[in-house]
């Protein structure tokens, strides 16, 4: 059976730092094409935030996390965290691990296994 975990998540004033971790169970993160976070905030679709391409290791993020946030994995821990700096009230958001695309990356209905979420508020 196949749990992503995360953790990470709190409430933290703009302009603060959070560090967002999923730990999967009986799946292997390398196994698959991309690794992505996504997230949802109330009354809004659930949209990518940051995706890790495994065959080349590169890295993409949507236009308002660049520069702030970092995705990254960590194959000995099977993880994939995100760091997020200079944090923004538009930020705020229930954050989802996701991992399996069985198409495109950036498509949310492409991913089979998601985690429970880890929710992150930021105040201004």
């Known amino acids: 059976q196949v749990q992503l975990l995360e953790s990470g998540g709190d409430s933290v004033q703009a302009g603060g730092s959070l560090r967002l971790s999923c730990v999967a169970s009986?799946?292997?993160?390398?196994?698959?094409?991309?690794m992505a976070w996504f997230r949802q905030a109330p009354g809004k679709e659930r949209e990518w935030v940051a995706i890790?391409?495994?065959?080349?290791?590169?890295?993409v993020y949507t236009d308002s996390v660049k520069g702030r946030f970092t995705i990254a994995q960590d194959n000995a821990a099977n993880s994939l965290t995100l760091q997020m700096n200079n944090l923004k009230p538009e930020d705020t958001a229930k954050y989802y691990c996701?991992?399996?695309?069985?198409?495109?990356?950036?498509?949310?209905?492409?991913?089979?296994?998601w985690g429970q979420g880890t929710q992150v508020t930021v105040s201004s």
């Open positions: 996701v991992a399996e695309a069985l198409g495109s990356c950036r498509n949310a209905v492409s991913y089979t296994y």
């Open positions: 009986g799946y292997t993160y390398s196994s698959s094409n991309c």
């Open positions: 890790l391409y495994t065959g080349g290791g590169s890295k």
